[in-house]
């Protein structure tokens, strides 16, 4: 019988696999292994982003986007709209 393996511990997965919904993330994962690719922590509330084929945690993702804006105030990353002051900060 044919199982997937799973692309993290590349062992097989019996039961609990977990793939994308929105067909961004190929292959699959077990329920414990899906996590952030870079910390491997687990997704609060199923957010993650896929970058790179691979599912990154907010923080991570912004980081391998180069989107980290917001790390030298107040270290949360910043999703949709920024403001840039005249001075380029
Ligand atoms: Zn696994
Ligand atoms: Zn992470």
Redesign the pocket.
Known sequence: MYLPK??????P?EKQAVSSFDGQLKGK??K???NCHTCQKPFPDEGFYVFDGKPLCTYHYHEANDSLRAAVSCGQPIEGPYAVTHAGK
């Open positions: 799973c692309r993290r511990c590349n062992l997965i994962y077990h414990d292994c899906f």
